[in-house]
């Protein structure tokens, strides 16, 4: 596909939606709102380097996707660009990405490791929602901003690492993640959010750090193999 091809008004999704293969001339900068939305015969996608943005719902419901392979320059997936990419198993992201956003990867639940970039800001809310294979959270230093229910539902997740950058775990974040058994956070983290880790019935420890001030209504509700919490006290004034 060409550069001069691909504009807003182009959708792709309804007159070739059995379209198997797409190969992206250089030079390509955005990928449009929904150009290949409900493309269920696609099977991989390798973007351009010239790419910098993937549009909303671009790829959204095309489930026979197993893999993607990242342009170097893209910087942005916009919200439910690969939603419903039930059939993508990895997931490693350029360095140069920045912002991944709302539902972008929702219900892709066959995917199993995602490896993040060192300079990813921003993962919108519902970003992994209901990613029941990933079997690891490990996000770099340079996420601040984690949105609501970003992580809820996968179910697969063992363990989670979040960034020294993060002061508050949002709502419902990592709620239903019923593999995960233990959570230590960082002393950064101030604030858990409502229902933050709901419903993972297999927790079993929990670390918070010392700057802990606040934890919100059922952050642990449903939490039923809770055996330990661990908190920091202040020493007392004399």
Wanted: hydrophobic share 35%; charged share 20%.
């Amino acid at each position: 596909i060409m550069p001069s091809l691909v504009g807003s008004e182009m959708c792709i999704r309804d007159r070739y939606k059995y379209l198997e293969n797409v190969t992206f001339e250089n030079g390509l900068l955005v990928l449009p709102n929904e150009c290949f939305k409900n493309c269920t015969g696609l099977k991989s996608i390798t973007l351009p380097d010239s790419m910098m943005s993937v549009g909303k719902s671009a790829f959204e419901n095309c489930y026979n996707i197993k893999s993607v392979t990242f342009s170097e320059n893209l910087n942005t997936i916009a919200d439910s660009a690969f939603k419903g990419c039930s059939s993508i198993e990895n997931l490693s992201f350029n360095k140069n990405l920045r912002e991944i956003g709302n539902n972008a990867f929702e219900e892709c639940s066959s995917v199993k490791n995602v490896t993040f970039n060192d300079s990813l800001n921003t993962i919108g809310e519902s970003a992994f929602a209901n990613c029941s294979s990933v079997e690891k959270v490990d996000l770099p230093e340079s996420v601040s901003s984690l949105g609501t229910y970003a992580f809820a539902g996968c179910e697969g997740v063992k363990s989670v690492t979040l960034s020294s950058k993060l002061n508050y775990v949002n709502d419902g974040v990592f709620s239903g993640c019923n593999s995960l058994e233990s959570v230590y956070l960082p002393d950064n983290i101030s604030e858990i959010g409502a229902n933050s880790f709901a419903d993972c019935t297999n927790l079993e420890n929990i670390r918070f750090g010392k700057n802990l001030i606040h934890i919100d209504s059922y952050a642990f509700s449903g939490c039923s193999s809770l055996k330990s919490c661990l908190l920091y006290t202040s020493p007392s004034p004399r």
